[in-house]
Structure formats: C-alpha cells, structure tokens
C-alpha cells in the first residue's frame, strides 16, 4: 500500500516538474480549461441563490411545505358554520401537536385617510401566518403574539397604505380609524414590501381583532381559509385523520377537503434546469477545446521525450508507470486550472453585487455550495485524464531499442 501511494506521489511530482519545464506550450490550453471549470461552477452557485430564490417566492405565494388546507362545504354550496369550524379547527391543531396553523379571511374595511375614506382590501389572518408565508415587513415588524390583546387592533400595511398615511414613523405608533357607524381605532406596526403594480391600499390584521371589529361576512368574501403547516414527512399521513375530525365535526351534508397547496404538491420540478442546461453545454465545449489542445501539446511533448522514455524503460520503468506518469501531466494541469476556475467562481458567487442581483427579496441566502466546487474540480480532472489518454498509450508503445536510437 505505501508502495502504490508513493508511486502515487511521485507521479504528481514529476508531473508537476513537466509543467513547469513545458508551461508556456499548456497555458494557453488551461486558460479554456480554467474559463470553462468557472463557468460550470459560477452556474452551480447562482443557481443554488437562484433556486432559493424561486423556493420563496413559491413559499410566500402558497406557503411552505407542507402546508394542509381544510375546507367545508354543503352539497347545496352552504358554508359550514364558522363557529364549528374555528372549534374543530383548534381541535385538531392541539390533538396533533401543530404549532403553526392559522385562519386567512378576506374583506374591505372602511379606513379614514386624510383625503377621505377608503374601501381597504383586507386579510385577516393570525400571527403564525407570517412564518408559514415567509412574510417579509420591509419596515417595523410583524405581528407579536400579544397581539391579540390590543385594545387598538395592530395592521401591518403595503407601502401604498402607508404612503397615504404621509409616511410615518413607526416608531411614534401612528394610527388610523376604521369602519363606518362604529369607529374603530388601530395602529400600524409594519410595511410590507412594495409589490409589483400596486396601486391600492391593503392591510392585514389579526383574526380575532377582525372578528371583533371588521367585516364578517362569508357570503360576500367568501369562507376563512384554514391552513395547518406540518413538516412534509408526516404530510400526507395527517391528511385524513384531519379529515376524519373534520367531516365528524360538521356532521352529514358537507362535502369536506383536506389537501396540501404548498408548492411541492404541485410536482413543478427545477424551473432553472433550461438554463443550466445551456450554460453547461456552452462551458462543457469550452471544456472540449480546450482539452484538444491539450492533447495536442501532449502528443508533441511525448514525441520530443522519446528518448527519454526509453532511458527510463531500459532502467526498469513498466509500462502502467510510464502511461500514469504521462496521463498525470494533463490530469495534474487541468485540476490546477480548475482549482483557479474554482477560485473565480467563488468571487463571482460570492461577490455582493451578484448575490443582490440574483438574490433579490431572499430571506436565507445560501452559502456557496460545496457540491459545485466538486463539480468543477471533478469535471477538470476529467478533462485532464481525457486528454493524457492519447499521449499515454502513444508513451506505452515507444520500444526501447527504437527510444534509445531516437
């Protein structure tokens, strides 16, 4: 074993020295090798933000994995009662030990602005909504859990909202007035980031406060939605013993549902694999040429040493030790140049310019990936080892007499 590990070693040594005598002749070749092996991982990091990316922004739209929905309807389109269903619904939230579950409701609710009063579109939902949506408050914060105690309902509002407010700061707890007859007074503790093509006020608020204050009212907004968020492994087991609680709790007549909508239900795949495709095709031909060239400075540099190889087999030299230490030049070039593509790609990844470009609105920025250095030096090496192949077997069949005479 110290044997084979020793040959090894010196393998890479001698290889190392070829390149150093020869290094002019192999740059230019290893200049693509080193653009191309850049190119693979550059693609592998940013996809990786890119993806996380993607994966929030699917998260906010239909919640995190997995996300169960239940629902209640009766076979004439009648809603169930809400006070059953908010019942049931705590319920099954303490019998299976979910800590993250929450009502969503839709309204209008009557606000007074300076320039007068404004029908706002409104979501009533409660405090675990944010975590299990990925709400992010661009200003302020969301809602805390004592919350729900406030004498003054808490809102968190898009910018538009706020911006009609006059911009306040939160930090002097502005408020505002809702509803018509019976004026309600509330504060505004967070702004949400501005959407695209937004253009009218909207605000959230706690379920309970709503159902103190707001607009209930299913017929015109339509039913709450009740949402329960569990990890994705016991997802599918839950459903239909959350089913079964929930069709024994609104009795006959009712047509119930229990499914998943988080975007994993929905089986879209990688929406990034086309352009990964193409770029790793463009960066696999860079790869390509750049070893034909290599191969065909090996091919030059084995002629040039004949002589030498002969020397070296008179001497002893088998013939799987010269093809490893021929083959082990390329392979040794190519993985130098890919631990310096490997290198740039890591200051392209990591750069902040790319990263907030990429990465735009990401929570939880990954790291760079370990898995696409790998990828880079593995496809370098591979290269390399393509490309000592030729040269090799032309080393392996030089006769000695005919080395000698050379």
Do not use: C
């Not at 629902?71 to 009662?81: C, L």
């Amino acid at each position: 074993m110290s044997a084979w590990a020793s040959g090894i070693v010196g393998a890479v040594v001698e290889a190392w020295a070829e390149l150093r005598i020869h290094r002019t002749r192999v740059l230019l070749s290893l200049i693509g090798v080193a653009v191309a092996v850049t190119a693979i991982t550059s693609v592998v990091g940013v996809g990786s933000i890119a993806q996380q990316a993607l994966t929030e922004s699917s998260e906010r739209s239909s919640g995190r994995p997995a996300l169960i929905n239940l629902s209640a309807y009766g076979t004439s389109g009648q809603v169930a009662d809400l006070a059953v269903m908010d019942a049931v619904f705590a319920t099954i939230t303490e019998r299976y030990g979910i800590d993250y579950s929450s009502r969503s409701a839709g309204s209008a609710e009557r606000v007074q602005f300076i320039d007068g009063v404004v029908d706002v579109q409104t979501q009533a939902i409660d405090q675990p909504y944010g975590a299990m949506h990925r709400v992010a408050v661009e200003h302020g914060a969301w809602f805390a859990e004592g919350d729900e105690n406030r004498l003054a309902p808490a809102l968190v509002v898009n910018n538009v909202f706020w911006e009609k407010l006059g911009s306040p700061d939160l930090a002097t707890h502005p408020v505002v007035t809702l509803g018509g007859g019976d004026p309600v007074t509330a504060v505004v503790v967070g702004v949400l980031p501005t959407a695209p093509y937004e253009e009218m006020p909207s605000m959230m608020m706690l379920y309970s406060a709503w159902q103190r204050t707001g607009t209930v009212d299913p017929a015109m907004y339509g039913p709450p939605q009740y949402e329960l968020w569990v990890p994705p492994e016991i997802g599918d087991e839950l459903k239909p013993l959350v089913e079964r609680d929930l069709r024994g709790a609104v009795g006959e007549g009712y047509d119930v549902s229990v499914n998943r909508q988080d975007y994993l239900a929905w089986g879209l795949g990688d929406q990034l694999l086309p352009f990964k495709l193409v770029i790793g095709g463009v960066a696999l031909l860079v790869l390509g040429l750049g070893a034909l060239g290599l191969v065909n400075i090996s091919l030059v540099t084995v002629r040039q040493r004949i002589r030498e190889i002969g020397i070296r087999r008179s001497f002893g030299a088998t013939a799987g030790r010269v093809f490893f230490a021929v083959m082990m030049e390329s392979v040794v070039a190519t993985i130098a140049a890919g631990v310096v593509g490997v290198g740039l790609a890591i200051l392209i990844v990591q750069n902040p310019w790319v990263r907030a470009m990429v990465g735009q609105g990401v929570e939880d920025l990954p790291p760079f990936p370990v898995e696409a250095a790998l990828v880079g030096l593995a496809a370098s090496a591979l290269v390399g080892a393509l490309a000592g192949l030729l040269p090799a077997l032309v080393a392996v069949r030089v006769k000695v007499i005919d080395a000698i005479r050379y």
